[in-house]
């Protein structure tokens, strides 16, 4: 045997006295071996490419993958080596299932590395993506936490009303004692503008009724004929006609400058409200203008409270999705996730789904997977060969001489009366050693001979298997009853 083959054939587990003993079974064993070797590779491979993500050391990641490697080469090793081939094939499954079990686990573990490997490109898009989203959610909370949006809302607030009281310092009061006013005003000037039409036309009616009448009057020594602007100029009853026009007059002239002075007053009153109203605006601005210089220091404030965390949670969030390993599998979920077909309320597709990535991702799985059983199924589907009788009853010797050594021994330690203490004790350590370590399994393949013989009809045979089961429990009965 070739020295490579036979470092398969330990990497299967054979012994390799025996294998040598049977050529024909050495191609199976180092197939079998072979595929042990090629996980601890894959193994050492993965491991190494996770420590690195992990600590970021090239020497850890020889190192420690190399330990990992030699760890699950010797897991597979176990699991390979501890599977016996029996004779009842259900049993015998039933016996692989814990090692199969424990292969599909080691096949994860060993997988997971290479498929971030693998999918990388696309996982670094997700762990950015995933980044940026982060970095969303982190600022809209510090602006949640900070009130960004109500301290912004409120300047706004502020800044409107501050524009709406610039207006309002062109615009007129609208308050009712300045509507009054203006009332009082309009209603002045109309009766103002009554009275002095009235007044005219009383004079003008006043002025024709005098110029009817003349009077005579000595003006440098001559008798001139002039007109009559006096009541001593009318003659005697015709006053009486014009005397109630002639008060009318007199009491619109009266009139006139009241009215007059009451528009002074108004205006005055108009004047003082303009001037009030806009005292109060110009007291509101200004205090408008104090709340809006607070408010933008508290704006300023929080915005460079809210800029500072957002500048922390963004460094925390780039060092949480940087590409390290634990981002790295987060995003290899993601990424290779099953996805259904989205519809809208009326059963309208919307989105029809890409599982492209999940059925890559089950097919490495699944291949790894059957890299990682496939030598248990192999023992387990293969028929008992040469080797597997060989290696039994290299085992059935070695319980034999065991047995035998135990039994000798206590023959020999029986003689000594004086030791009969001490060597019961000896036949119940060297019982209760070969009981635990191989008395089950010896009896066990011979109750198997025993049915296998027993559907052959062979009686003798059968007699013959009991015997040896109850030959070691009969020796050591006569020995208590010498």
């Known amino acids: 045997m070739r020295q490579f083959e036979k ?51 090239y020497f850890a990641a020889v190192f420690l993958g190399i330990i990992w490697g030699l760890l699950i080469f010797n ?17 015998e499954l039933v016996m692989a299932i814990p090692r199969i079990i424990l292969a599909l686990i080691i096949s994860v573990v060993v997988a997971k ?49 501050i524009v709406n009281s610039t207006k309002q310092l062109n615009e007129l009061p609208k308050t009712v004692q300045y509507r009054n006013l203006i ?12 009275a002095i039409s009235q007044k005219n036309q009383a004079q003008q ?3 024709q009724f005098f110029n009817q009448y003349t009077y005579s009057e000595m003006t440098d020594g001559q008798l001139v004929q002039k007109r009559a602007t006096k009541r001593q100029h009318l003659p ?34 108009i004047a003082q409200e303009i001037l009030n109203y806009q ?22 404030s929080r915005t460079s409270q809210w800029g500072q965390g957002s500048a922390a949670t963004d460094s925390i969030a780039k060092r949480s999705f940087s590409e390290n390993f634990v981002s790295q599998l987060e995003a290899l979920g993601k990424l290779t996730k099953y996805q259904s077909t989205e519809k809208d309320e009326e059963g309208n597709v919307v989105k029809e789904p890409d599982n492209t990535m999940f059925w890559i991702n089950i097919a490495i799985m699944l291949l790894f997977i059957v890299i990682e059983t496939a030598p248990v199924f192999v023992k387990i589907i293969a028929p008992k060969g040469l080797y597997d009788e060989a290696l039994e009853k290299k085992f059935e010797m070695d319980q034999s001489l065991i047995i035998g050594k135990s039994n000798q021994a206590i023959m020999n330690d029986i003689h000594n009366e004086e030791s009969l203490v001490e060597t019961i004790e000896k036949i119940k350590n060297y019982k209760q050693e070969v009981l635990t370590k191989y008395l089950d399994i010896w009896k ?29 429990d009969l020796n050591v009965n006569k020995l208590f009853v010498k």
């Open 205 to 207: 009616k006043i002025s």
């Open 113 to 161: 590395p290479l498929e971030v490997r693998i999918f990388s490109d696309r996982i670094a898009s997700v762990i950015s993506d995933q980044e940026l989203q982060q970095q969303i959610d982190n600022r809209d909370r510090l602006s949640q936490i900070y009130q960004i949006g109500e301290v912004k809302s409120d300047l706004g607030i502020l800044d409107t009303l």
């Open 236 to 269: 005697s009853g015709a006053w009486s006609r014009i005397a109630s026009t002639v008060k009318k007059r007199d009491n619109l002239r009266d009139l006139i400058p009241q009215i007059e002075q009451q528009q002074r007053d108004v205006e005055v009153g």
């Open 279 to 300: 005292n109060s605006i110009e007291t509101k601005l200004s205090d408008l203008n104090v709340s809006r210089s607070i408010q933008d220091s508290v704006v300023k």
């Open 444 to 472: 066990e393949q011979e109750l198997a001979r025993v049915k296998k013989v027993k559907k052959a009809k062979k009686p003798k045979k059968i007699l013959a298997a009991i015997k040896r089961i109850l030959k070691f």
């Open 7 to 57: 470092f398969l054939c330990r990497c299967a587990g054979v012994n390799l006295e025996l294998i040598v003993q049977y050529p024909i079974e050495i191609s199976k064993y180092c197939s079998v071996g072979a595929t042990v070797l090629f996980t601890g590779i894959f193994a050492t491979l993965s491991g190494g490419y996770a420590i690195f993500k992990i600590f970021d050391s």
């Open 75 to 91: 897991l597979d090793r176990f699991i390979v080596m501890s599977l016996k081939k029996r004779e009842n094939k259900r049993k």
């Open 183 to 194: 009332a009082q005003q309009k209603q002045l000037k109309v009766d103002l503008a009554n």
